[in-house]
């Protein structure tokens, strides 16, 4: 069997750059019709017409994962265009590295409203659809920090991915007999805007342990969301795929 999202809507957010651009160039190059969601439009825009200069297979759209009432506009949106929807994959991150005495309530609010608030709300208004179509492929992007901890990482930062964890396994029981498939992948470093706010010495201790020789690059978490949300993967619901290099072996 062959990966093939031929007639596959797909929805990443955060797809403006970094690990979500990946994933919406990876499931543009296997045939899917992809909608690329994030807060800063413009970007947006200009990452779909780089993906498919024509436009014809991808459309861009402004929504703040954490605003309801723009993620249920772009929702319609993808709606009207594509008139269904097959796969979201909730990307869209941020991270605050500063130890917690420096962190404000505000600050950590806003880390787990984005990671973990966010991943609720595009789930809830995507699964009507796909309850309607009676099959859908959820994958959330949740980090190693979840798994491990990692110091200057941040406690929000490891705790909204640790809860984007249980939302994955809570969500696979409640909609595995509507067809409905909810996986996560916890990636370990990967250089993008996102870690280019930590130090490079301490980014380079995040690779201490690695077992294989090779840096991780947006397109291996893509890989990674590609098989999770392909018929290949038709029988696994719920689970954590470490994508790491053998950074961590439980
Ligand atoms: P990135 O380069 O910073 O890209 C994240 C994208 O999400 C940006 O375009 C950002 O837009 C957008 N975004 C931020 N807040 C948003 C919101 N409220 N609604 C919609 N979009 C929003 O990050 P990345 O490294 O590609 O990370 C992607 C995902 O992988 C995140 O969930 C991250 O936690 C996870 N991850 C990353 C690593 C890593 O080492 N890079 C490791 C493990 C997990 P703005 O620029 O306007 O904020």
Not at 212 to 231: H, M
Request: proline fraction near 4%; aromatic fraction near 6%; include cysteine.
């Amino acid at each position: 069997m062959q990966i093939d999202f031929k007639d596959k809507i797909a929805v990443i957010t955060g797809a403006s750059r970094g690990i979500g651009a990946a994933i919406a160039e990876a499931f543009y190059q296997n045939g899917a019709k992809v909608a690329l969601l994030d807060i800063n439009v413009k970007e947006c825009q200009e990452r779909a017409l780089a993906i498919d200069a024509s436009g014809s297979n991808v459309i861009a759209l402004q929504a703040d994962v954490t605003d309801e009432i723009q993620v249920k506009k772009a929702v319609d949106q993808i709606l009207e265009r594509f008139e269904r929807i097959d796969i979201l994959v909730n990307n869209a991150g941020v991270l605050h590295h500063v130890p917690i005495e420096e962190k404000t309530v505000a600050d950590f609010e806003k880390i787990i409203k984005v990671n973990l608030t966010g991943v609720f709300i595009m789930s809830r208004a995507i699964v009507p659809i796909m309850k309607k179509i009676g099959r859908g492929k959820i994958v959330n992007i949740s980090s190693l920090g979840a798994r491990t901890g990692r110091p200057g990482v941040a406690v929000d930062y490891a705790a909204s991915k640790a809860g984007t964890l249980g939302i994955t396994r809570s969500l696979a029981k409640e909609l595995g007999p509507s067809g409905i498939y909810v996986n996560a992948i916890a990636p370990g470093p990967i250089l993008t805007e996102l870690t280019k706010q930590v130090p490079k010495e301490v980014f380079a201790t995040w690779n201490v342990g690695r077992v294989i020789n090779k840096d991780g690059l947006p397109e291996d978490v893509a890989n990674a969301v590609l098989f999770l949300s392909s018929q290949l993967s038709d029988w696994i619901t719920g689970i954590t795929l470490d994508v790491n290099g053998g950074l961590f072996i439980p």
